[in-house]
């Protein structure tokens, strides 16, 4: 038998939010961000010029296809691919044409670095239109505001 409630009480509902399971979903979250953030560096590591400009805006869905040069001017295409091997510029143009062929509309983004020759980029980006890609984008990064210029 239930125990006798006073007649003319009623049980009140209970006020409270309970915060666990939104503390362990945040917690998840957490994690997941922690082991990610390190993939999402690219893998060629490249000291990009620092310019101030706009920012251009990238569409989520849009997957560009990015080419590296390093210091020493080797080429690196960097698409969805886990490993990057050094490549000719020869190679390195088949592989947009090949692409672009696929899908016209593929962004290319050249991420050179800073000590890489002005010609060394001009080049690629010669071969590049050669083989028909139109829409190019120099990736550089921000100054640092607090730098002094």
């Known amino acids: 038998m239930e125990p006798m ?3 003319g009480t009623k049980r009140r509902p209970m006020s409270e939010i309970n915060v666990v399971p ?13 082991v990610t953030a390190p993939m999402l560096v690219q893998s060629v590591p490249v000291n990009l010029p620092e310019v101030n400009s706009t920012p251009t805006e990238v569409d989520p869905d849009d997957s560009p296809l990015i080419i590296t040069i390093d210091k020493a001017g080797s080429f690196f295409m960097e698409r969805d691919e886990k490993t990057t091997d050094a490549m000719t510029l020869s190679e390195t143009t088949e592989y947009v044409r090949k692409i672009s062929a696929a899908n016209p509309q593929t962004r290319v983004l050249i991420r050179g670095d800073d000590a890489v020759p002005y010609g060394k980029v001009v080049v690629l980006m010669g071969h590049l239109q050669g083989v028909g890609v139109s829409n190019v984008g120099l990736v550089t990064e921000s100054p640092d505001p607090g730098a002094g210029n």
């Open 22 to 34: 939104y503390i362990d979903v945040m917690l998840v979250l957490l994690i997941i961000f922690m």
């Open 5 to 7: 409630q006073p007649q």
